[in-house]
């Protein structure tokens, strides 16, 4: 067993066998996995919870409740993306001594979160990114930072 071991690793050492050229032969393997799939192929692009940045806390609410990735993207006028309203960024608010329904989400969210321009970057590459950063949910928006998904870690595990 080990010498077919040993034998199998000088053949991909003389013929240059990478993982690439395995992932290629198993693309439906861990390897081929990691190597192929695209954020394009994960992300969310439907029915995406957006709002504008004077949409009210109490209006949001509601919204939030029924989307399914817990987050509220705030938008301007062109999608650009300006903020994202967390469960979390909702807890914090609500321990604020100056907290009220009657607030914009905007006020209680994060602006410039965490996201990535680039859809065709690896699935794997992404799950780093978000585990790098400690987030659950990064937006996907082109180069002009046009919101165009999201990818949810749940999405990626």
Not at 25 to 50: A, E, I, W, Y
Not at 66 to 88: M, P, Q
Request: hydrophobic share 45%; proline share 1%; charged share 30%.
């Amino acid at each position: 067993l080990a010498f077919g071991d040993a034998l199998a690793v000088c053949l991909m050492k003389k013929k240059n066998f990478r993982k690439e050229d395995f992932a290629s032969f198993h693309p439906g393997g861990s390897l081929g996995k990691r190597l192929f799939v695209k954020v394009k192929d994960l992300m969310l692009q439907q029915d995406l919870l957006t709002i504008n940045e004077a949409t009210k806390l109490k209006d949001d609410m509601i919204q939030m409740t029924e989307g399914r990735i817990g987050n509220v993207l705030i938008t301007d006028k062109d999608n650009k993306l300006l903020a994202i309203l967390s469960d979390g960024d909702l807890r914090r608010a609500l321990m604020r001594d100056d907290f009220t329904m009657d607030a914009t989400a905007y006020e209680y969210a994060t602006k410039n979160p965490k996201k990535l321009d680039d859809e065709t970057l690896l699935a794997s590459d992404a799950l780093a990114f978000i585990e790098t950063h400690k987030i659950q949910l990064v937006a996907i928006t082109d180069k002009t930072g046009t919101l165009q998904g999201v990818l949810h870690i749940h999405h990626l595990v």
